[in-house]
């Protein structure tokens, strides 16, 4: 409506505008108070601890907070020769206080990581300042550089001013299977040492090749239970569903007996004569199982989309295509796929984004080559306690399923999605 | 050009579902080229089934369906270039206007150009020029339909089936749509054969109408002999308004019987009856009986009005005569003199040549 137009009164005088909005406000504000628990419990639940996990994979505060003073000092510092000394006596200064409150540890564990070496000197100088051998009235810096020829050394210096910035992409870097070298320049690590580049690569390759099967299986299925008269389609609707109501844990297992060197599907391949008796194939710990168990647990997330899709295309639709002279492929490939898109597209969408951060199944049947990225955080997280790691690589993950979603926004549009 | 009166025949055609009940039973049906046949029944009578077959999406349990003289029972639907509107028109909701058009054509390899040709040709028949890159649920119902039947004569098939096309219509729109069929039927002469459960729909549009009930042909005529002169009990209760009298005859001779009613007598047409002592139910349509006929009418009896209902062009008067208290009358509302009173007595006559002596019920 443009401005010019009369504004329209209510019989009372008042703006009609503004006589609405009075109406609508208690209904807005009673819808807020409704949906308000639930907005509570995803902030609690959910924002809060992905800003949680944020801000631990990229903090580095406390090394910044253990050396005010030489950080300080350090500003000036060009880096390329040894610094003045200044830099060491702040160093000195610094280091006393976290004698005093017994964490010159933390310090030194936190060094040896930014560069190997630092954990014996940090030792050989904490002995010296225990013992008070340091002799603040003479020159700081010739004293420590006494303590260990490394202190001598600039790059280790390069390296205490590298861990200066209270936040660091250290962590990013790592999951790649990168670092910051001495230059402050982004570097491969060794080959033989390079173990998460090639997680990930399985992780999606897994996670694409589940969603493969799963859609290969689904679909058929899916179109079998909408077309099928109730009563048989009911029965084969529990049968999709039963999954659901066993415990992932069991059927993991199950799968662990099925697919063992001497389970049931290796005795009956032996049994039919497919393989012999002492060659046996391994269908377990390795990818096959983890793709064979995760396809199974899956298959639901397809099915189910693919059902609620194909329930409301009129069987008519079919028939139309055929009467009008397509073979039953032309019509099933120019008719039936295309309506069932949103539903492909809702199924695979879900079952890739399980599947990539998917981790009792490959924890348990993988073995060595079948584990997955989330097996490697759960790792992190429980046995080398390397949370911001974790979190790092948590949150790598979910930007991963972002940049899926959006490119699946963009090529099929989310609002075609079908979900039931 | 002598035209193929056995176009479409379906031959001792049986059809069961469930190996128990036959839907169809021994079904003799032919078709002549270029006639509008309409299959008419209730809900369940078999007419959809027979529809079905003929499209190719059922199998005859029994018999065989020829078209053109050729047995088509092993031909699949896509062979057999029959064109088909669907209930629900099933058009493709994924595809334009255009596209759903060109879709039969597209499939049978024809040519770019000559696919627009027709699909304009199809278009401006239904008259629907302009609307090619439409898409299906951006048209309304009425137009959704010409799509649809546009869509089944691109292709320029030999014989269109119409599966109640314009259910889903409302009133006014069904009548224009049941004229613009027609018209586009006589225009290009093709073989349509339409179902449908609406009577009126069949009257107006048909050339022939085959009466279905309980899986049987009851009657295949012209929409005016089924009408006027029904041949059993179930046609004329179902095609139209009907008065009907239970009774027995008493007396019969070559054009006229007596027929005892449970509290009176009168004369009837004997059309299925044969001999004295027949149960028979006798039926007159509203309309021939009139209320104080001026010429002499072999039937007059007197009844009292029961109800008195307006309907604008015409008034509906319910009588109870002869001890039948839904005897209806139609009385044409330019006729002002009658004086139409609850609990008024009024002489009512009628002809025994239109009162039709048919089946018991």
């Not at chain 1, 924002?47 to 505060?61: A, C, L, W």
């Not at chain 1, 861990?163 to 402050?184: C, F, G, I, Q, V």
């Not at chain 1, 320049?185 to 390079?194: C, F, H, N, Y």
């Not at chain 2, 005529?221 to 027995?248: Q, R, W």
Request: glycine share 6%.
């Amino acid at each position: 409506m443009s401005s010019e137009t009369k504004q329209i009164l209510t019989t009372d005088g008042i703006p009609l505008e503004i006589s609405l909005k009075k109406a609508e406000r208690k209904n807005k504000i009673k819808a807020f108070l409704l949906v308000a628990p639930l907005l509570l419990f995803l902030i609690i639940t959910y924002i809060f601890p992905i800003g949680e996990m944020f801000t631990r994979s990229i903090d580095d505060k406390m090394i910044t907070n253990m050396l005010p003073k030489t950080f300080k000092s350090m500003e000036t510092w060009d880096g390329k020769e040894l610094p003045s000394e200044e830099v060491f006596a702040s160093f000195l200064s610094d280091f006393k206080i976290l004698v005093e409150k017994k964490e010159h540890g933390k310090l030194a564990q936190r060094l040896n990581k930014e560069k190997n070496g630092f954990n014996t000197i940090t030792k050989k100088l904490f002995r010296q300042v225990k013992r008070n051998k340091i002799d603040e009235t003479q020159s700081i810096k010739e004293q420590i550089m006494k303590v260990h020829k490394r202190w001598r050394n600039v790059e280790y210096w390069q390296a205490i001013k590298r861990t200066a910035p209270p936040y660091t992409s250290a962590k990013y870097l790592k999951a790649m299977d990168m670092y910051l070298n001495e230059d402050n320049k982004i570097t491969q690590v060794s080959e033989d040492r390079r173990i998460h580049r090639i997680l990930w690569l399985r992780t999606v390759e897994v996670a694409f090749f589940v969603t493969v099967f799963c859609f290969l299986m689904g679909y058929p299925i899916a179109h079998l239970l909408a077309t099928l008269p109730m009563k048989y389609s009911n029965l084969l609707m529990i049968c999709v569903l039963l999954p659901f109501w066993t415990s992932l844990l069991v059927r993991t297992a199950s799968w662990m007996i099925l697919l063992q060197q001497q389970g049931v599907v290796n005795d009956f391949f032996v049994l039919i004569g497919l393989v012999s008796d002492d060659n046996r194939p391994e269908m377990m710990y390795n990818k096959v199982g983890t793709y064979v168990a995760m396809t199974q647990i899956l298959l639901p997330f397809m099915v189910l989309p693919l059902y609620s899709v194909m329930k409301t295309i009129s069987p008519s639709l079919m028939r139309a295509g055929k009467s009008l002279g397509g073979t039953p492929f032309v019509a099933f490939w120019k008719v039936y796929f295309p309506l069932t898109i949103p539903g492909i597209g809702a199924g695979c969408l879900l079952v890739f984004i399980l599947a990539i951060g998917y981790y009792i199944t490959p924890a348990l049947v993988g073995g060595a080559s079948g584990t997955l990225i989330s097996n490697q955080i759960a790792y992190h997280m429980k046995t080398t306690l390397d949370w911001s790691f974790a979190s790092a690589m948590g949150l790598m993950l979910l930007g991963g399923v972002l940049v899926i979603y959006w490119l699946y926004n963009k090529l099929v549009g989310v609002d075609n999605i079908k979900l039931g | 050009m002598s035209k193929n009166t056995e176009f479409v025949k379906f031959d001792k055609v049986d059809k069961s579902y469930d190996g128990k009940v036959l839907v169809v039973k021994d079904l003799n049906l032919n078709i002549s080229e270029g006639e509008f046949i309409t299959m008419l029944g209730p809900s369940g009578s078999g007419k959809t089934t027979c529809l079905m077959m003929l499209a190719g999406f059922e199998t005859p349990t029994n018999g065989e369906i020829y078209l053109d003289s050729n047995p088509i029972s092993n031909i699949p639907p896509h062979k057999r270039g029959i064109g088909m509107v669907f209930q629900n028109y099933a058009l493709f909701p994924h595809m334009t206007v255009y596209e759903n058009l060109a879709f039969p054509l597209r499939v049978r390899k024809v040519q770019k150009d000559e696919i627009d040709k027709k699909v304009d040709k199809a278009l401006s028949m239904v008259s629907l020029s302009g609307f090619e890159s439409r898409m299906p649920a951006q048209l309304s119902g009425g137009q959704q339909q010409r799509v649809a039947v546009a869509r089944a004569l691109v292709f320029d098939p030999a014989v269109v089936l119409m599966d109640e096309p314009l259910g889903a219509l409302d009133k006014n729109l069904r009548e224009s749509m049941q004229y613009e069929i027609k018209h586009i039927h006589e225009n290009i002469g093709v073989t349509v054969v339409y179902v449908t459960h609406d009577q009126g729909e069949a009257l107006t549009m048909s050339n022939r109408i085959a009466v279905f009930n309980d899986g049987k042909v009851q009657q295949l005529s012209s929409p005016d002999k089924l009408y006027e002169e029904p041949v059993n009990s179930f046609v004329a209760e179902f095609i139209g308004e009907n008065n009907t009298f239970g009774g027995e005859v008493t007396d019969i001779s070559k054009d006229v019987c007596k027929v005892k009613l449970q509290n009176g007598e009168i004369l009837a047409n004997p059309v299925s009856v044969t001999s004295k002592g027949d149960k028979t139910t006798v039926s007159i349509r509203p309309e021939r009986a009139l209320i104080n006929p001026k010429d002499k009418m072999d039937n007059n009896q007197t009844g009292k009005i029961e109800e008195v209902i307006y309907h604008g062009d015409h008034t509906r008067v319910r009588l109870d005569l002869l001890g039948n208290k839904e005897f209806i009358l139609k009385v044409p509302n330019s006729s002002n003199e009658l004086d139409l009173k609850l609990g008024n007595e009024i002489k009512v006559g009628w002809n025994s040549q239109d009162a039709r002596a048919l089946d018991p019920k």
